[in-house]
């Protein structure tokens, strides 16, 4: 069956870095565009990067343009996110997603990221 695990999440102090990874198994990860969303206390799901199926484009909501990087290894049927310069507004928890926006068909279970000081 499909299966997105995420790791990386964590504590980490304004103005520093975490990279989640998403392991994708269960169907063909080359042929999907994969997106990381993550969701705030209170707050609504918000999409946060995009990547097409073979990384020729990608997508950054201006939240985190320059400061989050998503990547793929189609080999290794993983999705990244880089995160720089974190802010105590990114404290979320944060999934991996198959599928190009908000709607795609499967979702990981989501991991913590905990921006503070």
């Known amino acids: 069956q499909v299966q997105l695990v995420e790791s990386g999440g964590g504590l980490a102090q304004p103005g520093g870095s975490l990279r989640l990874s998403c392991a994708a198994s269960g169907f063909t990860f080359s042929n999907y565009a994969m997106s990381w969303a993550r969701q705030a206390p209170g707050k609504g799901l918000e999409w946060v990067s995009g990547i097409y199926s073979d990384g020729s484009a990608t997508y950054y909501p201006n939240s985190v343009k320059g400061r989050f990087t998503i990547s793929r290894n189609n080999a290794k049927n993983t999705v990244y996110l880089q995160m720089n310069s974190l802010k105590p507004e990114d404290t979320a928890l944060y999934y991996c997603?198959?599928?190009?926006?908000?709607?795609?068909?499967?979702w990981g279970q989501g991991t913590q990221v905990t921006v503070s000081s």
């Open positions: 997603a198959t599928g190009w926006g908000l709607r795609g068909d499967y």
